[in-house]
T-cell receptor, first 113, second 112 residues
Framework: NAGVTQTPKFQVLKTGQSMTLQCAQD?????MSWYRQDPGMGLRLIHY???????DQGEVPNGYNVSRSTTEDFPLRLLSAAPSQTSVYFC????????????FGQGTRLTVV | GNSVTQMEGPVTLSEEAFLTINCTYT??????LFWYVQYPGEGLQLLLK?????DKGSNKGFEATYRKETTSFHLEKGSVQVSDSAVYFCALYNTNAGKSTFGDGTTLTVKP
């Protein structure tokens, strides 16, 4: 299985540009989430979804939008990029059944100049 | 709410030294507990887990025991290798919250 696939791996944006980070999982997991990882800050939850059509905000949602039209896909949209959004972004998925370990993508390294 | 507190890093050890990374948690109910590892340039991957009190998770020589009385899940390894250099995250999943909660991560560097 491919697991969780994120694209692109690297991206450079200019301030004010918009873009979408893609995330897809093939494990039929109900729960998907987006984190950003900054030096010394650990993982911070941006948005999450408990199923298709249902999304909710995490601890740092400002400047980001999400939607969940299918179980497999959970894209993250940057509306108007700012230098403060320079970070490494991780998508994760998990199932509500069983031990609910999280499966992570490889990450997207985003630089906003 | 749920929270996870990890031993602050970074931690630097010599090869074959004993490793302990402390982790304590706050949660309602009976969460599942996890340790994840992140190697440079990669995403997090599951290292080990425990789903109920007194369970011991183990993998690749690492161990952690779910201690409900002390709300702890400390990570240990008897003899670390250079290849163990990575960032280690303690985490919990609580059905009540419906999502995972992560600690801030501890960077381990093992020198030959």
């Amino acid at each position: 299985n491919a697991g969780v696939t994120q694209t692109p791996k690297f991206q450079v944006l200019k301030t004010g540009q918009s873009m979408t980070l893609q995330c897809a999982q093939d494990m039929n997991h109900e729960y998907m989430s987006w984190y950003r990882q900054d030096p010394g800050m650990g993982l911070r939850l941006i948005h999450y979804s408990v199923g298709a059509g249902i999304t909710d905000q995490g601890e740092v949602p400002n400047g980001y939008n999400v939607s969940r039209s299918t179980t497999e896909d959970f894209p993250l949209r940057l509306l108007s990029a700012a230098p403060s959004q320079t970070s490494v972004y991780f998508c994760a998925s998990s199932s509500h059944r069983g031990a609910t370990e999280a499966f992570f993508g490889q990450g997207t390294r985003l630089t906003v100049v | 709410g749920n929270s996870v507190t990890q031993m602050e890093g970074p931690v630097t050890l010599s090869e074959e030294a004993f490793l302990t990374i402390n982790c304590t948690y706050t949660a309602t109910g009976y969460p599942s507990l996890f340790w994840y590892v992140q190697y440079p340039g990669e995403g997090l991957q599951l290292l080990l887990k425990a789903t109920k009190a007194d369970d011991k998770g183990s993998n690749k020589g690492f161990e952690a025991t779910y201690r409900k009385e002390t709300t702890s899940f400390h990570l240990e390894k008897g003899s670390v290798q250079v290849s163990d250099s990575a960032v280690y995250f303690c985490a919990l999943y609580n059905t009540n919250a419906g999502k995972s909660t992560f600690g801030d991560g501890t960077t381990l560097t093992v020198k030959p």
